[in-house]
C-alpha cells in the first residue's frame, strides 16, 4: 500500500495529513463562525495552515537554525482516490495546485505531495502505514500529524504505531480538535491552526462574546 512513498527520500521534518479528515473540519469551522461572527469566512490560506502547523510542530524561522539553507519540511496529504480536492482551503486541487509543488517562506521549504487512496478494506490503514514508514526514517526527527483522532478505531493504530518508535529523540506532534488520551508523543489542538489560515482572530471571537 505505501510503495508510492517507499522510495521517498525523506526530510528532517515531515507533516502527514489526512486531508478529507482536515477539509471537513476547515468546513464545519466556517459554518460554525459565519454564524457566530456573521460575516463570510474565505477558504483556508493552505501555506498558512502548513507554516501554523510547522510552528506548533517546533519548526523556527529558517534564520534561527544552524543550516538555515536546507532546512525542508515535506507536506504528506493523504486523501480519498475519490477527492479531488480540499474545497475548505486554498489552493486545494491536488493534482492541479499541490501535489508535486514546493514553497519557501521564512520557516524554509515545503515539499507536497499528495497520494490518493482506494475506498476499499484496508484502506484506512494506509495513513498508520505511512506513518510507520515515517517513524522508522532515522533522518526523519519531527513529525507533524493530523490523523482523523475522532475515527476511534484510527486513533488507536497511530497511539499503537507511535508507541513502537525506538527514538527516542524524535519529536512527534500529534494534532486533534480536542486533547486525547495518552501516549508518546505531544498534542496540539487543530482548530488554533485552521482559525488562523480562516483568517479567524482571538480579538475578534473576544469581541463577540
Known amino acids: 500500500m505505501t510503495d508510492n512513498v517507499s522510495n521517498v527520500k525523506w526530510s528532517n521534518n515531515v507533516i502527514l495529513v489526512d486531508a478529507d479528515y482536515v477539509d471537513k473540519v476547515a468546513f464545519n469551522l466556517i459554518v460554525n463562525f459565519e454564524r457566530m461572527l456573521e460575516r463570510r469566512i474565505p477558504q483556508a490560506d493552505f501555506a498558512r495552515w502548513i507554516d501554523c502547523v510547522a510552528l506548533d510542530g517546533g519548526i523556527r524561522p529558517a534564520s534561527d537554525t544552524d543550516n538555515p539553507s536546507v532546512q525542508e519540511t515535506q507536506v504528506i496529504l493523504v486523501h480519498s482516490k475519490d477527492s479531488r480536492q480540499m474545497d475548505n482551503f486554498k489552493p486545494g486541487n491536488y493534482a492541479e495546485e499541490l501535489h508535486g509543488k514546493a514553497f519557501k517562506d521564512h520557516l524554509g521549504e515545503f ?19 505511512v506513518l510507520e514508514l515515517v517513524a522508522n526514517e532515522k ?25 513502537k518508535v525506538k527514538d527516542d529523540e524524535k519529536r512527534i506532534t500529534l494534532f486533534a480538535m480536542q486533547p486525547m488520551t495518552g501516549g508518546n508523543y505531544r498534542q496540539e489542538i487543530l482548530g488554533y491552526s485552521l482559525m488562523a489560515a480562516l483568517g479567524i482572530s482571538s480579538e475578534e471571537l473576544n469581541n463577540k462574546s
Not at 515539499?111 to 502505514?129: K, L, R, S
Not at 475515527?151 to 507511535?162: D, F, G, H, S
Open 111 to 129: 515539499i507536497i505531495n499528495a497520494y490518493p487512496i482506494e475506498e476499499i478494506a484496508g484502506g484506512e490503514n494506509y495513513f498508520t502505514d
Open 139 to 163: 533522518d526523519v526527527k519531527r513529525i507533524m500529524l493530523i490523523p482523523d483522532a475522532e475515527n476511534a478505531n484510527i486513533y488507536n493504530k497511530v497511539r499503537e504505531k507511535l508507541r
